[in-house]
Every structure is written in C-alpha cells, then in structure tokens.
C-alpha cells in the first residue's frame, strides 16, 4: 500500500531563515516522489520531483529534496525564506500511474 | 504550449441545479485526473482516463457525479444534481502519454464550485 505523510499541517518561519517541511512515504514499489507548490486561487505547480535518479535534487525558487530511501523521507528544504514562498506545500508519490498526495503543509513567512 | 485549462474558475449554483467542469489537458497527455479538495482539506482523488477510457473510477462520491473524455481530449464532469457538500475546488492534471517515462501532473488552476 502507498501513502504520504506531512509531519507538519502549518510551519512559520522569519524570512530569512532556512525553510524544513517534512514527509514520509510508504510505497510496495521504487516511487517517483514530487513536491507541489499551491498559492491561494491558483493551481498546484511543481517545485521538483524525484526519479531514481541523484538522490538530492534541485527545485525552483532555490528548493530542494533530499530522497533517503532507509529513512523512507522526502523533506523539502530551503536556506533561506523568502515571502513569496507562503503558500501551501503538497509532497506527492506516484507508483505506475496513481498519484498518492500529503495533506498539506501551510507555510507563513514572517517579515 | 498551452497547459492544462479548466472552464468556468468559478461557478456559483443552487443546490439542485446541474453543473459541468470542462478540462482541457495538455496536448498528446493521455492521462488525465479529476482531483477535488474541499474547504482547505486534503485533495482527494476522483478518478483516472486513460485516453478516452475510464482507468479508475474509485474515487467517485456517487452517481450524481459523471465524468467522459470524448475521444480522449478534453474532458467534462457534470454534477447532478448538485449538493451542498459538493462545494469545494475540482483540480484536473494531466500527465505523459502512457508508456512514457514516469512523469510529473500538470494541473489546471481548478474549477471552484459553490453550492448554496
């Protein structure tokens, strides 16, 4: 069975300072792993995604991934804040083709 | 190219009423999904086309809701009649043609449907 757990339904952070969203995974088969990015009234975009290729991936907007398959995590990180990085965070695993989403992490940026 | 559009952004209704979601997916995608989240909750899966072919249905809440993809392009999902809980924003993604590589959804800026 696959599914997808965000550790953290909200994470605030000062702009400025590094950004950890979390998620773990559980998946009978080699997932392709993805993190989405929705701002309000607007449609899920992708920051990066994970194939089995480097285990370390780079997103836009400065993001990235690091996929540990013993820990079986995908948290999303970034060094430093910016405001324009509020949104809501989807982390998201495909096996074959189904698409097994997280609830969601909200983000605040505090100025 | 174009991505994934989705018509009407909004539509407000009275339950009882029929509603019907338009979505165009990029083009050459055979995969296309209906995804729901309703008032900020977690986005929940309505189903999956293979080209014009329902691949999985399981996703939907019951018969009041259809979905077709004519001849695998765009794809509609009506709401009859509509009820109250069936507020909420309908995303619908699409992904590579089936045989592809693994790749990632493209989604639409979603359908949001109020129901009063």
């Known amino acids: 069975a696959q599914s997808v757990t965000q550790l953290d339904s909200h994470v605030s952070v000062s702009e400025g300072t590094p950004v950890l969203l979390r998620c773990n995974y559980s998946s009978s088969y080699s997932p392709s792993l993805f993190w989405y990015v929705q701002h309000p009234n607007k449609g899920l975009q992708l920051l990066l995604k994970?194939?089995?290729?480097?285990?370390l991936v780079k997103g836009i907007n400065g993001f990235e991934a690091e996929f540990k398959k013993s820990e079986t995590s995908f948290h999303l990180t970034k060094p430093s804040a910016h405001m324009s990085d509020a949104a809501e965070y989807f982390c998201v695993v495909r096996t074959g083709n189904q698409f097994y989403f997280g609830t969601g992490t909200s983000l605040t940026v505090i100025p | 190219e174009a991505g994934v559009t989705q018509f009407p952004s909004h539509s407000v209704i009275e339950k009882g009423q029929t509603v019907t979601l338009r979505c165009d997916p990029i083009s050459g995608h055979d995969n296309l999904y209906w995804y729901r989240r309703v008032m900020g909750k977690e986005i929940k899966f309505l189903l999956h086309f293979v080209k014009e072919s329902k691949q999985d249905e399981s996703g939907m809440p019951n018969n009041r809701f259809l979905a077709e993809r004519t001849g695998g392009t765009y794809s509609t999902l009506k709401v009859q009649p509509a009820e109250l809980e069936d507020s909420g924003v309908y995303f619908c993604a699409s992904s590579q043609r089936v045989g592809a590589p693994s790749g990632e959804l493209f989604f639409g800026e979603g359908s949001r449907l109020t129901v009063l």
């Open positions: 994970y194939t089995s290729a480097a285990t």
